[in-house]
């Protein structure tokens, strides 16, 4: 998707001098933001990289995509790499955050396509939040303890391996964690089918809201299609078409400069009060009106 740069991005950036892209950050760095060329983390900002914010004390709100969402003890939320996130100044939150690229987790000697497989990071699908019982608490952060220090010791030929290994062991137990509460196991097939949609409506999204053009991009029909998103997100196509498109305008309208007429020719509209209506539809807001909430 032709995303506006003009958006307050955070891009993987190391705090800490390493030559790999990955970090783990505490909440003692995260509540020091005066860092220079960063936005200010309790504001929002759309990041290039993956996530996962574990609380290993306390209790609060985080903010993904102008949703807030409750954490406590236990918690792991993930976010994906284009979501606009805020933190909340929390000074009594102990948390860690595990910030790392596509590229970091998919490279080295354990190479696999993991971040395909994960659903943590599937927004269209799930809550980002996890909760872990006593037992998981404990294998956690073990494990985060072990990728801390790691982290923390001088590098040599094997951190960056050693520290994927863990990450990687981190993902497939919150996954395996998500699988085991859903109440229903999703068809391969179908999810294979959804991520393709989804990669195909990322990238036209600002260019067409028809679902037959979705449904020729995958060589399908329009009933097809509505079946494999009913299916894995009990929404037609057309629900999560128009939801994206909203959630995109949002990004757009709370993170730059751009005019509402500006917004309106970007995501698609020719005429600026057709955008208008279609915003307050389906957020009961105009444009104007969310801008200044936010």
């Known amino acids: 998707m032709e995303v506006d740069r003009n958006i307050p991005g955070l891009s993987f950036q190391s705090l800490h001098n390493k030559a790999y892209e990955f970090q783990i950050v505490s909440n003692k760095e995260i509540l020091v933001h005066s860092i220079p060329n960063r936005p200010d983390p309790f504001r929002p900002h759309r990041i290039d990289f993956y996530a996962a914010l574990f609380i290993l004390n306390g209790e609060g709100n985080h903010y993904v995509d102008f949703q807030t969402y409750k954490y406590k003890k236990g918690s792991i939320i993930f976010i994906s790499k284009e979501q ?3 933190f909340e100044e929390n000074e009594n939150r102990e948390a860690f955050f595990l910030l790392f690229t596509e590229n970091f987790i998919e490279r080295g000697s354990l190479n696999s396509s993991l971040m395909q497989e994960l659903s943590l990071y599937n927004y269209q699908l799930y809550s980002p ?4 019982d006593e037992e998981e ?3 956690f952060s073990f494990l ?3 990728i801390k220090a790691e982290y923390d010791a001088p590098d040599d030929a094997l951190t960056e391996e050693l520290i994927q290994a863990t990450l990687k062991i981190f ?3 919150a996954e395996r964690i998500r699988k085991k509460n859903l109440d229903i196991v999703i068809q391969s097939k179908y999810k ?3 991520l393709a949609f989804q990669k195909i409506l990322s990238k036209h999204i600002f260019t067409t809201r028809k679902v037959q053009f979705y449904a020729q991009q995958m060589n399908m029909s329009a009933k097809k299609l509505n079946r494999i998103t009913q299916e894995l997100s009990h929404k037609p196509a057309k629900v999560l078409i128009t939801e994206t498109l909203i959630l995109e305008s949002k990004r757009l309208l709370m993170n730059t400069s751009l005019s509402i007429k500006e917004i309106s020719y970007k995501v698609g509209f020719e005429d600026p009060t057709n955008f208008v209506k279609f915003f307050k539809k389906h957020t009961k807001f105009t444009p104007i009106d969310f801008r200044k909430k936010h």
């Open 144 to 146: 985060v303890d072990k």
């Open 192 to 194: 294979t089918d959804f």
């Open 84 to 86: 606009v996130q805020a």
């Open 137 to 139: 608490m404990k294998l």
């Open 129 to 132: 939040v996890i909760n872990l």
């Open 171 to 173: 993902l497939g137990l």
